[in-house]
C-alpha cells in the first residue's frame, strides 16, 4: 500500500479552498474552525516554531515545503512573537506529513496542543510540493483553511469566502501586532546550558518602532551594545525624538507597507530628517523606502524561507539569508540621493539601500535569522558603527557574528 492509498483511506476533517475553486483535503489538527487569509510557502529546514509566532505572517497561510514539522515539539525558548497574549497573526498551517511524538529534551508540548492554545488552523496529509508549484506559477493565492473534526463541511460556502477575502493590497496589519505601549528590552541572545541572559545597560540608546518586532531582533540589538526602548507603530515622531535616541530601528511586520506607510512614513520621513541614524529591516526597509520617494509593489509569490542567496555591494560577499515578505521595493522607483546596497540572486528584487548623505540604510531580508543563517549579523554592528561614527568614536570591524 503506498502512502497515497493511505491518505486515500484517511478520513478529511480540514480543506484548504482557494479563491478559484480549487480544494484540497487532508487532516485537520490545531485549532477547530476556519480562516481566511493568503497562502504561502516556506522553503526553511527548521524553526517552524519561530515561523509560526512571526508577527510578519499576520494574514497568512503558511505551506512547509519540508516535509517533517512538528516532530520536535514546541516550548517557550523558541517562540518570536513578544506579547504571546495577543492572537496569532499566522492564519493557518499546512503541512505533509502526519505529526509524530515530539523527540527532542527542549520539548514542553506536543505541536498539536501548542497550535490550539494559539488559536492556528492547521492541516496535514497535503501534497505540499503540487500546492507550492501551484503557488509558483499562479501567486500567492487567497483562501480559506478549515477543520473540522465531523468532517462536514460547506464547500460552496467556503467557495465564497475565499473568494470575497480582499487579500493583503491595502491592508494595514502592523497594527494588530504592534506592542499598545511602550516598555524596555533588556533580553540577550540564548547560550548552550545557560539560556537567555540580561542586560540592562547599553553604550547606544535606541528607539524600536514596532511594527510587529521579533524578540531575536531586540536580542541581537542588546547584544550589540544598546539599551533599547520599543514603542508602537503608531508612535509620533517626537514620542522617538524627546527620548533623544542615539538611533532608530524600523521593524519588520506584516501587510501592505503603502497601507501602514500613511501614518508611519510621515513619522520615518521627520526621523531621517533629523540626522539620527536609521536601520530598518523587512516592513520596515519598505516604508523607508516609501519615506525616501520610492515606492513598493505586490510580489508574484513572494519570498519566504533560510536559503535565500543575497549579494551585498557594499562588501562584494553572498549572504545567505532569512525572509519572509510578499511586497518588495521597486529599485527603478528609488531617486539619486539613494543607493541600492542589496540584490536577491534569485530574482535580482531589491533586498537593500542606503541614503548617500545620511547615516540611513535598511535591507528586506531578516539579518537576526531564527531561523536561518547567520550570515548578515554583522549589519547590527554596521548599526552601531554609525552611532559610534555620530559620536566621534572609532569604528568597530564588521564581523559575520555579533559580539
Known sequence: MTTADVWSATPTTAVLVLADGTVIEGQGLGAVGQ?????C???ALTGYEEILTDPSYAGQIVTFTFPHIGNVGTNDEDVETVNMAAASGVRGAIMRAEVSEPSNYRSARHFDAWLKARGIVAMTGVDTRALTALIRETGAANAVIAHSPDGNFDIEALKQAAAAWPGLVGMDLAKDVSATQSYNWTQTSWQWELGYGEKPEGEFNVVVLDYGIKRNILRLLTDA???VTVLPADASAQDVLS???DGVFLSNGPGDP?????YAVPVIREIVDSGLPVFGIC???QMLALALDGTTLKMHQGHHGANHPVFDRTTGKVEITSMNHGFAVDAKSLPATVEETHVSLFDGSNCGLRLKDKPVFSVQYHPEASPGPRDSHYLFRRFTNLMRAR????AIPEKDVVA
Open 243 to 245: 527620548r533623544k535616541p
Open 391 to 394: 559620536k566621534g568614536e572609532e
Open 258 to 262: 503603502a497601507a501602514t506607510g500613511t
Open 41 to 43: 510557502f516556506n522553503t
Open 35 to 39: 480562516a481566511c487569509a493568503e497562502v
Open 225 to 227: 551594545g544598546c539599551k
Open 283 to 285: 516592513l520596515g526597509h
